[in-house]
């Protein structure tokens, strides 16, 4: 099994595909990011299901890259007998989604060898499989794929395989191409073509980009990958393509990530409305408004991609998890919890995208102002927090200053965009908010705010306190707080969430990596406080975890130098972006709470 960050992103804003680097496909979802797999090997083995297109015998090395600011992935295979590129890419959905693949000769003549594995419904079923007009067609259930490629190909163990020789100038190309089981044969594409036309379809959309700042490349590619994972038909916006990565390896920390948190897409949001991304701003802004009609309390932390609201959690016992971390699991049981925190992130994104000048309607405000009615009687609640808890709900620190940050954009929004609201109401609940906040959860003999009222834990979300805006970077009780987290989950220059080892307060075995987006908010943390060699050196250490394509997954084993968690994850190349604009200077990032 490849490592987590052996493996690559291509996808057409529908869906996503890992291909790993020896040129396996080894997990697809069809026709959309949240669908079941056709391609699971990813959580087992091959007998799960993959596509493997790869040089016959030794290879000497490996070198991959896409090509300049797109989802085209170029893997170049070098062995005794010359060299091939495999080309891969998912061109823009136009009508069925197709996986286009080209081996080309580079130097010399290389024995080449596919392997396709077609396992639909997360690799338990096994299709039929048939030839018609010339292509070979896989059945199974609701779901049908079609693969197409002038190589003789020939089943072999319930599988279909090819071996074939390319020589220097040589392009040989595969399609796959997945439809509904019901409906005809779908229209070829030509994937010599498609791949020229993808190339074109991303540079367009990377270059109204409007990010100037340092590290360029690396926050353009980030942005890429922010981009791929929004589904475009309706503007959500996902956390992860995948599901149950470990956050351990051999844990039960294994979660589905193919869904919409509004606090991912809010945090996605900010790094593209920074960079000049309207179109994706307004798009998602339609998105939520439509999947949290109702009544404000109906209102949920994640949704499906087209705004569904039953994502209920199921363990798939025939997967055995990647690397024996099992269960692997469908659907998220966070969906039933009440996260305080949400509120304020909602709140907070609709106020970005009004200040990046996206036109307020009046369906969005008569929103806000419900948002507000419930958070007026219920702030005082206990919540499962930022991080999900599932262990008894608590008074967390940091939920309470996020619902200080629904009622500070509330504010803003009537005194900079004179919509009509009690704005002298809401000045007396943010300043008790306040208040309390900073007299119940913080620990003035220590010196920092803890991770929930009357604890004397410590908790990274803490970092946000000057991010959003609740307090300054050099506040006392800031620098303090930050002074605490680099003492007490520091560890090997990267951040832990909290303890999860003594007395975890998640209900859950100990046991997890350190997590990249906590890691990125202590460079911010640096920064604000004036340490700006600290927070580049923390910056840079962690732009070393990318892999070789730029990609992050959600957590960092430094003791084992491994990337973990569900990949590529969006809440750790979001936070890459804002530290990158924050650290290129006074003009750079805006802070969120920024009038």
């Not at 604000?528 to 962690?542: I, K, S, T």
Request: charged content about 25%; aromatic content about 10%.
């Amino acid at each position: 099994m490849a490592r987590i960050e052996d493996y690559g992103i291509i996808g057409d804003t529908h869906t996503a595909a890992l291909v790993s680097n020896t040129g396996s496909i080894d997990w697809l979802c069809l026709p959309r990011f949240d669908s079941a797999a056709c391609f699971a090997a990813l959580l087992g083995d091959e007998r799960n299901g993959r596509w493997l297109i790869t040089p016959v015998g030794e290879v000497t090395s490996v070198h991959r890259g896409y090509q300049g600011d797109s989802l085209i992935l170029e893997t170049e295979f070098r062995t005794a007998d010359g060299v091939v590129r495999l080309v891969d890419c998912m061109p823009p959905r136009e009508g069925a989604p197709d996986v286009a693949r080209v081996v080309e000769g580079v130097r010399g003549t290389v024995p080449m060898r596919m392997e396709l594995v077609v396992r639909f419904d997360y690799g338990s079923i096994v299709p039929w499989v048939r030839r018609l007009d010339g292509a070979l067609n896989f059945v199974g259930g609701p779901d049908s794929l079609w693969l197409r490629t002038q190589v003789p190909v020939r089943g072999e163990n319930l599988r279909t395989v090819a071996e074939f020789n390319v020589k220097e100038g040589d392009r040989v190309p595969f399609v796959l191409t997945w439809h509904a089981s019901h409906q005809g044969a779908p229209h070829p594409i030509d994937p010599v073509r498609a791949i020229d036309d993808t190339g074109a379809w991303w540079s367009e959309w990377a270059s109204r980009i409007s990010y100037r700042g340092g590290w360029r490349d690396a926050v353009i590619r980030s942005l890429l990958t922010l981009k791929a994972l929004t589904y475009q038909p309706t503007g959500g916006i996902v956390a992860a393509p995948t599901s149950s990565l470990p956050e351990a390896i051999g844990g039960i920390r294994n979660w589905d990530y193919r869904y919409c948190w509004l606090r991912d897409a809010t945090f996605t949001l900010d790094a593209l409305l920074l960079a000049g991304a309207i179109e994706e701003a307004k798009a998602w802004r339609e998105w939520l408004l439509r999947a949290v009609a109702g009544q404000p309390e109906q209102m949920q932390i994640l949704y499906g991609v087209a705004g569904e609201r039953r994502v209920s959690e199921q363990e798939l016992p025939w997967l055995p998890g990647y690397e024996g971390s099992a269960p692997v699991r469908t659907g998220n049981a966070a969906v039933s919890q009440f996260q305080l925190d949400v509120y304020g992130e909602v709140m907070d994104a609709l106020h970005l995208a009004r200040r990046s000048g996206i036109q307020t309607d009046e369906a969005a405000w008569d929103f806000q102002l419900a948002l507000m009615d419930f958070l007026e009687s219920n702030w005082q609640r206990p919540d499962e927090g930022l991080w999900e808890i599932r262990g008894p709900r608590r008074h967390f620190t940091h939920s309470k200053v996020m619902a200080w940050v629904a009622v500070d954009r509330a504010i803003k929004a009537t005194e900079n965009y004179h919509l009509e609201g009690p704005a002298d109401r809401w000045r007396a609940l943010r300043k008790q908010l306040h208040d309390e906040v900073c007299e119940r959860g913080y620990d003035p003999e220590r010196n920092t705010f803890v991770q929930s009222y009357g604890s004397d834990k410590l908790d990274a979300a803490l970092l946000q306190i000057p991010l959003v805006g609740f307090l300054e970077g050099t506040d006392e009780r800031v620098r303090g707080t930050l002074d605490a987290i680099q003492r007490e989950l520091w560890e090997d220059g990267f951040v832990k969430r909290y303890d999860s080892e003594d007395a975890p307060v998640d209900g859950l075995p100990p046991g997890e990596g350190a997590f990249l987006a906590c890691s990125f908010w202590l460079a911010d943390n640096l920064a604000l406080a004036g340490r700006h060699d600290e927070a580049r050196e923390q910056f840079e250490r962690l732009l070393t975890l990318r892999n070789d394509l730029g990609l992050l997954a959600e957590e960092y084993d430094s003791k084992l130098g491994r990337q973990l968690g569900n990949f590529p994850q969006a809440f750790s190349h979001v936070p890459l972006v804002n530290t990158a604009r924050l650290l290129s200077g006074p003009d750079g990032r805006r802070r969120r709470g920024a009038a």
